[in-house]
């Protein structure tokens, strides 16, 4: 649904240490609103496998997705938390926490993809508890408008599911036996439809400037160098 392959590049950024004894550190790439979001957070998702690549697609590619993935991950923070909803319970956080670490080797190349984007354990779990908030939003408040009836399972089953399963060389099981496998399949595929529906809307209403191209006219984020 929110989806959270494994690709990493480590953030070598132009160094401007030259010119004034600064040294750039990361750029802003996109704001919405008021609030930037960096080159290093792009980075951070690569590096932490959290964005599926492509077959095919090339890094360029894959960092305009996940920029614009970013700003719509904002814009519906931004808008959760305007509505004001809690904070998933520890527990839900730290097992998503364990599943991303899941995904690694050992703990000790977890720890030291972490290391190498420059992201804490703490910052993760900043990131999935506002993950956590959104689903819980678009559970709560969007899929109360979706439904699902009968007649939508009887079509799907006919026109889709039925054919599918016969050209696989199947017997095709009694709609009985899959009517709720199918009414949960129905259901994410509008509840989907709703989440791009909503996340438009939001990005209509919002003062949305992406800077990808145009690193040059940025001002870099920097840290004074003796």
């Known amino acids: 649904m929110l989806a959270v392959a494994l690709i990493f590049s480590s953030l070598v950024l132009p ?35 959290l964005v599926a690549v ?18 719509e991950e904002r814009l519906r923070s931004q808008a959760v938390e305007r509505f004001g909803f809690e904070q998933a319970p520890v527990a839900v956080i730290e097992e998503q926490v364990a599943e991303i670490r899941g995904r690694f080797e050992s703990e000790e190349e977890f720890d030291r993809r972490l290391a190498a984007v420059g992201f804490s354990e703490a910052e993760l779990r900043q990131l999935v508890a506002k993950q ?6 678009v559970e709560e408040r969007l ?3 979706v439904f699902v009836d009968l007649d939508e399972i009887r079509r799907y089953y006919d026109n889709v599911f039925a054919p599918s399963v016969t050209a696989q060389g199947q017997e095709v099981p009694p709609l009985d036996d899959v009517r709720e496998d199918l009414r949960r399949v129905l259901r994410e595929s509008q509840l989907n439809e709703e989440i791009v529906r909503w996340t438009e809307e939001l990005r209509n209403n919002a003062d949305v400037s992406v800077f990808y191209d145009e690193p040059r006219e940025l001002p870099p984020v920097v840290d004074r160098v003796d």
């Open 54 to 71: 492509q077959e095919g697609e090339s890094e360029d590619a894959l960092r305009r997705r996940v920029l614009d993935q970013l700003v």
């Open 15 to 49: 160094s401007a240490s030259a010119q004034g004894g600064e040294e750039l550190l990361d750029r802003v790439v996109a704001m919405v609103d008021s609030e930037p979001i960096l080159w290093s957070e792009i980075e951070e998702l690569i590096g932490l496998g």
């Open 132 to 137: 956590l908030a959104v689903l819980t939003y």
């Open 143 to 145: 899929g109360a408008q």
